[in-house]
């Protein structure tokens, strides 16, 4: 099972979509908003608010600012 590239959520095995760069770099992405966000809007997932990569992020953020 692999995270899917935009958004980190797990991808089961036989759904998704795995896209191949011409330099051999690999994404996989379980949806086609996460495709189009990243691949046609050039957006990271993180800084989007339906992500649970973005999640994550805001809630190191909170982490290290109480430090």
Request: glycine residues 8%; positive net charge.
């Amino acid at each position: 099972m692999v995270n899917c590239s935009f958004c980190d959520s797990p991808i089961m095995k036989g759904s998704g979509v795995m896209f191949v760069k011409k330099d051999g770099s690999v994404f996989y992405f379980c949806s086609s908003k996460c495709k189009k966000n990243s691949l046609g809007m050039k957006r990271e997932g993180r800084r989007q608010k339906w992500t649970p990569a973005a999640r994550k992020f805001m809630e190191m953020q909170k982490k290290k600012s109480k430090k």
